[in-house]
């Protein structure tokens, strides 16, 4: 009974991710410039990555046919969906401050970009 | 194939058409933060592919390969991000 529970539950979990994947991936084309496609990238990391590595743990403690290692999946999917929580939104705000420092890329649209005002484009 | 794999089956081609679309954005991107950041997602997205393979194929093992996945993009994001910032490689 708990079994089937927590399978669902995984199944679920993998199905929302990829989905996210999807939109993620289709909002990449979508926005225009840099800054807007830090969205989408927000969308398919969390999403897409933490949710369904989390399922696939959690089907992964009880689904016997995996054999004698499947405790080992379930944990270092555990971490691995740990470690992706922490890094991904660290590294996206280092290369969004990388960008806006070089100069690469103009905000737009923009109302008042007070840390680099020639960097802002079309106004809205 | 029991309930789990048959699930599995029909939710795979979401993640490899969203794979193949950021590998778009990440060839033609306009600069090299879009370029970098298309590849930041397509690898989140192989770590997590990676981890319901395994799942798929019945092969645990396979989770090793997602934690240096996940821990290489981060430093490519930090490298990227020094470079555009001082015009230099890190030591």
Redesign the interface.
Known sequence: MLKDII?YLG?AL??L???S??I???G??RFKN?YL??H??TV??IW??VF??IG??L??FV?D???S??Y??GG??L??SL??LL??P???H??????H??R??KVSPCIHDELDPELCGDKI | M???QT??LI??P??L???V??L??AVKGP????Q???I??LT??L??LL??L??FF?E??L??T??PL??W??SL??Y???Y??KREMGE
């Open positions: 399978i199944l993998i199905g991710g990829g989905l994947d999807l993620a991936s289709i990449m084309h840099f496609r830090l989408a990238t398919g990391t897409g990555a369904p590595i696939a743990s089907i992964a689904y046919e995996l054999g290692y499947r080992l999946m270092a999917g971490v691995t470690i992706i890094l991904a660290a590294g996206s280092a290369l969004a401050r990388a960008v420092r070089s690469i890329v | 029991d309930l789990v699930t599995i939710f795979l979401l993640f058409t969203s794979i679309l950021y778009i954005r600069t090299i933060g879009d970098i950041l298309a930041d997602s989140y997205d770590a997590a981890v319901i395994g799942l019945r645990p093992i989770i090793v997602a934690i996940a821990l993009i981060y994001d930090i990227i991000a020094k555009l910032e």
